[in-house]
């Protein structure tokens, strides 16, 4: 309860920030336009999931074996919370144009709701915002580790949308740059801002890591097994969109001529419902759901390499709940 007020703490942080109202660390926001403020605010008007900030405040308090929940966390961890919400969302904005998604977090993307050009604006504009304040913490390694984090988005995504390689290397690579560098750089960061050692910091960039690939299989998963009204998005998108995630690779060890199908993006029609019914007839479900359990089990083991404390035992149980959620 305490840490979902802390995460709800952030987002109107971020919102206030923005809007240039309040305390923002940042410096207060002198923006001409005033569409900035209510593009730049409006995926947080519903709040996400908040994963992110989440992890990185019980982790802060789990490296220092911290067992009292009132006690604070540091301002400059409370901030680095702050960046990595801000430019996940910028990466969110950008992605739903690129995937061309209609909602996000169940309101109207927006890129629907205002446009693919403004879309990328805002996307610019929350990536701008966020060094600003990654700016205010006076770290360069910190500032290092952030930077790295948003080349890995960019790297990542051009590597979804040009390759059509059908290797796990491959996909766990991309994975690990499109959603797992910003976990593992995070968690990183808030071990350097704890003033940990090289072990302790090196674990913590470990647990983000693995963390990140098992939460992003079960997202490859989900857009196979959920519904867009169960995710607050598009499902079912990702063949459409010609990419070949860890269900279809799955499937393709079991049916083999899915390989055409892969190596031309499933663009021919009927395509991706063939896909879609020999995913289902295979194992993939179940190696998909597998993978990411594997994955999770990994950075639970890095934690269990901590002190026990109250905080490295939410943070478990948030690992194997939130990550691991099942249709
Ligand atoms: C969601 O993936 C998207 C990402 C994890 C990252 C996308 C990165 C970019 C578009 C680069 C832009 C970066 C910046 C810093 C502005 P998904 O499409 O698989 O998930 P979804 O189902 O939630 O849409
Ligand atoms: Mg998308
Ligand atoms: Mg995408």
């Known amino acids: 309860q305490d840490l979902n007020r802390m995460s709800l703490n952030i987002i109107d942080s971020i919102t206030n920030g923005i809007q240039g109202s309040g305390e923002y660390a940042g410096g207060p926001t002198q923006l001409t336009h005033p569409l900035l403020k209510s593009i730049g605010t409006y995926y947080f008007e519903m709040k996400g999931k908040r994963i992110r900030p989440t992890v990185l405040l019980l982790l802060?308090?789990?490296?220092?074996?911290?067992?009292?929940?009132?006690?604070?966390?540091?301002?400059?961890?409370?901030?680095?919370?702050?960046?990595?919400?801000?430019?996940?969302?910028?990466?969110?904005?950008?992605?739903?144009?690129?995937?061309?998604?209609?909602?996000?977090?169940?309101?109207?993307?927006?890129?629907?709701?205002?446009?693919?050009?403004?879309?990328?604006?805002?996307?610019?504009?929350?990536?701008?915002?966020?060094?600003?304040?990654?700016?205010?913490?006076?770290?360069?390694?910190?500032?290092?580790?952030?930077?790295?984090i948003i080349s890995d988005l960019v790297d990542g995504e051009l590597m979804q949308i040009k390759s059509n390689s059908t290797s796990f290397e491959s996909y766990i690579r991309k994975t690990y740059l499109k959603t797992a560098s910003l976990f593992a750089n995070g968690c990183r960061s808030i071990a350097v801002l704890s003033g940990a050692?090289?072990?302790?910091?090196?674990?913590?960039?470990?647990?983000?890591?693995?963390?990140?690939?098992?939460?992003q299989i079960i997202d490859d998963l989900l857009d196979v097994t959920g519904s867009s009204e169960s995710l607050g998005k598009p499902a079912s998108v990702d063949m459409s969109l010609g990419l070949a995630t860890a269900p279809v690779l799955f499937a393709l060890e079991e049916y083999p001529?899915?390989?055409?199908?892969?190596?031309?993006?499933?663009?021919?029609?009927?395509?991706?419902?063939?896909?879609?019914?020999?995913?289902?007839?295979?194992?993939?479900?179940?190696?998909?759901?597998?993978?990411?359990?594997?994955?999770?089990?990994?950075?639970?083991?890095?934690?269990?390499?901590?002190?026990?404390?109250?905080?490295?035992?939410?943070?478990?149980?948030?690992?194997?709940?939130?990550?691991?959620?099942?249709?």
């Open 257 to 327: 001529d899915l390989e055409v199908l892969i190596n031309r993006k499933f663009s021919e029609s009927g395509d991706v419902d063939i896909a879609n019914q020999l995913v289902l007839k295979s194992n993939a479900i179940e190696k998909t759901k597998s993978l990411a359990i594997e994955y999770c089990n990994k950075s639970i083991e890095f934690l269990m390499k901590l002190p026990q404390s109250q905080s490295r035992d939410l943070l478990i149980t948030l690992t194997q709940s939130k990550v691991i959620r099942f249709d």
């Open 60 to 148: 802060a308090r789990a490296i220092t074996s911290n067992d009292c929940p009132s006690e604070p966390i540091s301002e400059s961890q409370l901030k680095l919370a702050q960046v990595v919400e801000m430019l996940h969302t910028a990466s969110l904005v950008h992605d739903d144009v690129i995937d061309g998604a209609d909602t996000r977090r169940e309101m109207a993307s927006v890129n629907c709701a205002y446009s693919n050009k403004l879309a990328i604006l805002c996307g610019n504009f929350l990536t701008a915002r966020t060094i600003v304040l990654l700016s205010t913490l006076r770290n360069h390694h910190v500032t290092e580790l952030v930077s790295n």
């Open 197 to 215: 050692d090289a072990n302790m910091t090196n674990m913590a960039t470990e647990f983000g890591k693995n963390l990140g690939l098992a939460f």
